[in-house]
């Protein structure tokens, strides 16, 4: 089992920046793919980004100027750096991890908001 916990999230204004974080904790952390997906209200979850345990990156079109995913192995850590936000980028985000054995894991989401 892993747990996955992300802080970070909060209320932001248009064209700000925020950086999310997420630790894994459990008895099982070969961890292969760590990653991100957002749930905008009304609609259903959509992936932002994914990493690989060697660092490789995966990023859907709307993420790839503006969002930065980075990991730390030693720290069990996935990380999004997101700039230049925008009222659409409002949506839970939620981490999740996948082992090498192909066992998928969430985290329960933090709420990301973008308003003035």
């Known amino acids: 089992q892993v747990q996955l916990v992300e802080s970070g999230g909060g209320l932001v204004q248009p064209g700000g920046s925020l950086r999310l974080s997420c630790v894994a904790s459990?008895?099982?952390?070969?961890?292969?793919?760590m990653g991100w997906y957002r749930q905008i209200s009304g609609k259903e979850r959509e992936l932002v980004a994914t990493?690989?345990?060697?660092?490789?990156?995966v990023y859907v079109d709307f993420a790839k100027v503006r969002f930065t995913i980075s990991r730390d192995n030693d720290k069990n850590m996935v990380f999004l750096q997101m700039g230049d936000l925008k009222p659409d980028d409002t949506a839970v985000y939620s981490c999740?991890?996948?082992?090498?054995?192909?066992?998928?894991?969430w985290g329960q989401g933090t709420q990301v908001t973008v308003s003035s």
């Open positions: 999740f991890a996948q082992l090498f054995s192909g066992q998928p894991f």
């Open positions: 459990g008895s099982d952390l070969r961890i292969h793919l």
């Open positions: 990493i690989s345990r060697g660092g490789s990156t």
